[in-house]
């Protein structure tokens, strides 16, 4: 196949990169890097079978030859990016996304749309199965990413009920591994950057909200399934294992040998305090199940910050 990846050069689409490139694939890659980095990347610029075009989904998309498969994963996905770009998130999802299924739609193309469990919002059903509809406040901080994803979810189906592009949405849950940089926001990354600096590690609330960690392999060959799928989704990508935040940096602190202590902070608004996803539509309709238990992905993604550290050391 030769697919789009839109946001390939991101935490995500550079591992789904990998194994499409694995897969004996050819994959064109879509990133203005804005939020993503060449070095996720880079070691992929010598293959035959991947090319960077360093363009926004903000523009008409205008590439030539065969497309089979169009994956859309391009916006701001870390709270500290979509909170400091507002507006380019909302775009981004509004825009961007009718510019990637207009281009999907030329190529006659199959369409994947990451959306995103934040669609839920503070959920009042859990676990979270796909026919819930979601408790998400429209005009809180989060909104920008909550409310661009569930507008990309709506245009997705229009496209497919009106134009009958081939689409399928998938609701990604939190994933976390290499390649997701410290300083973004998000709980593993976060807290690992912490343990390694002997700081505090700043746990949000009480600790007691959850959430259900799902390792980045696991998660790309999700979306690789739904790819060589026809399901229209939506359906849940996550690992239906729940921790709650507490736990999640106790363990961090054990695989890192760190001495930090943990800090209590305010709860920001609107963040959810329970994340769990109902995986049975994957599992059933497209024979995933996440593989790799969060203490092996969290030991394998303190190894990669450790390298990184040290890289930067020389």
Not at 197 to 223: K, M, P, W
Request: proline residues 6%; hydrophobic residues 35%; contains cysteine.
């Amino acid at each position: 196949m030769r697919v789009l990846v839109t946001g390939g050069a991101g935490f995500v689409g550079s591992h789904l990169c990998d194994l499409l490139i694995a897969r004996d694939h050819t994959v064109v890659c879509l990133d203005d890097l804005s939020t993503g980095h060449r070095t996720n990347i880079e070691h992929l610029c010598t293959s035959p079978k991947f090319s960077i075009v360093e363009e926004s989904v903000l523009e008409t998309i205008d590439i030539e030859g065969r497309f089979d498969g169009v994956i859309h994963l391009a916006s701001p996905a870390s709270p500290f990016a979509y909170l400091d770009r507002p507006i380019l998130t909302l775009r981004t999802g509004s825009e961007g996304t009718r510019n990637v299924l207009d281009f999907a739609l030329s190529k006659s193309a199959r369409f994947i749309l990451a959306s995103s469990s934040e669609i839920y919002g503070e959920p009042l059903l859990h676990p979270q199965r796909e026919e819930y509809w979601g408790n998400v406040n429209p005009v809180g901080p989060r909104s920008v990413y909550d409310e661009a994803k569930r507008y990309a979810e709506a245009i997705t189906t229009a496209y497919r009920t009106s134009c009958g592009a081939n689409t399928g949405i998938l609701r990604i849950f939190n994933t976390y591994g290499p390649r997701m940089h410290p300083d973004d926001g998000r709980v593993v990354s976060t807290f690992i950057g912490q343990a390694l600096n002997t700081e505090a590690l700043t746990v949000f609330g009480d600790g007691t909200q959850t959430r259900s960690l799902c390792f980045v392999d696991d998660l790309v060959h999700g979306i690789l399934a739904m790819l060589h799928s026809d399901e229209p989704g939506p359906v849940n990508l996550g690992n239906p294992m729940e921790l709650s935040v507490l736990e999640i940096a106790k363990l961090v602190i054990e695989l890192t040998g760190s001495s930090s202590p943990i800090e209590l902070h305010p709860l920001p608004q609107d963040d959810p305090t329970r994340r769990r996803p109902d995986i049975t539509r994957a599992r059933d309709r497209l024979g995933w199940n996440p593989q790799v238990s969060v203490r092996d992905g969290i030991a394998r993604t303190v190894e990669w910050h450790i390298e990184e550290l040290e890289k930067l050391a020389s």
